[in-house]
């Protein structure tokens, strides 16, 4: 094993990324499992998290648990963080990815329902599962990674309620880091615009349009993410806690 491997070794360790089936979450979970972590796969869609369970397991041969939950229901979570230690016995990384940000017309036809569940599924989750999880961790280590948003510091009339979402998650990882510490380091990844099916519905001539002022001048690959999640919950980071890494091509 080179150096560079031995930094970013997870061999023997547990990962559990939710929003996993799909998008940036998909990749981190295979990046998680090629750099030698066993897998927990979760989201709303049981069939997706499955599949992709079985594609890690083929490729890796690692061992993964898919896991239907709603991350956005405050009563589920205690459900999950038990499943993990259930079938592993162990946690050590916990990746909150999962999110939304859906469209609307008009600020004022966002109703109380859909800034509701941009709200849980955004903050309240992660917050309530990074708990469960950190407490579980207190003892044994850990990593807690945040996927946030360069809309958090960048926030436009048409994602209000999900930048503002994305903003408080910021915040919960520097209070989450001192709540912890000195065993469990949680950081945030705030990306920018990555084409996933979250892009898929915007405007292409408008998205081309919208990073041209950005340093790379271009949307950002999936496979783009995961070099700053493998830092942010392996030992190449184990210096490294209540920080945000933007990974977003350069936003101005």
């Not at 926030?155 to 209000?160: D, K, Q, S, Y």
């Not at 081309?208 to 980071?237: C, F, M, N, W």
Request: glycine letters at 14%.
């Amino acid at each position: 094993m080179g150096y560079a491997d031995g930094l970013f070794d997870l061999t023997g360790r547990v990962v559990l990324v939710t929003g996993g089936s799909r998008g940036l979450g998909r990749e981190m979970a295979f990046a998680a499992a090629r750099c030698g972590a066993d897998l927990v796969v979760a989201s709303r869609d049981g069939e997706a998290c499955a599949a992709v369970a079985k594609e890690i397991e083929k490729e890796t041969g690692r061992s993964v648990l898919p896991h239907a939950v709603h991350i956005g229901r405050w009563d589920q979570l205690p459900g999950l963080v038990d499943a993990v230690y259930a079938r592993f016995g162990r946690l050590d990384a916990l990746i909150n990815n999962a999110g939304m940000s859906p469209l609307y017309d008009s600020l004022d036809s966002v109703s109380e329902k859909l800034f509701d569940a941009v709200v849980n599924l955004n903050l309240k989750g992660p917050f309530r599962l990074s708990v469960l999880a950190g407490e579980r961790m207190r003892e044994t280590g850990g990593a807690i990674l945040n996927i946030s948003s360069t809309g958090s510091i960048r926030p436009r009339p048409g994602i209000l309620p999900y930048a503002a979402a994305k903003a408080g998650l910021n915040a919960l990882t520097e209070g989450l880091a001192h709540a912890f510490g000195p065993k469990v380091r949680v950081n945030t990844l705030m990306s920018g615009p990555f084409a996933t099916g979250a892009t898929a519905g915007w405007d292409d001539a408008g998205l081309s349009e919208g990073v041209k002022p950005h340093a790379l001048q271009r949307i950002g690959r999936p496979s783009e993410i995961t070099g700053a999640a493998l830092y942010l919950i392996s030992d190449a980071s184990s210096y490294t806690t209540g920080a945000t890494l933007r990974v977003d091509g350069g936003m101005p």
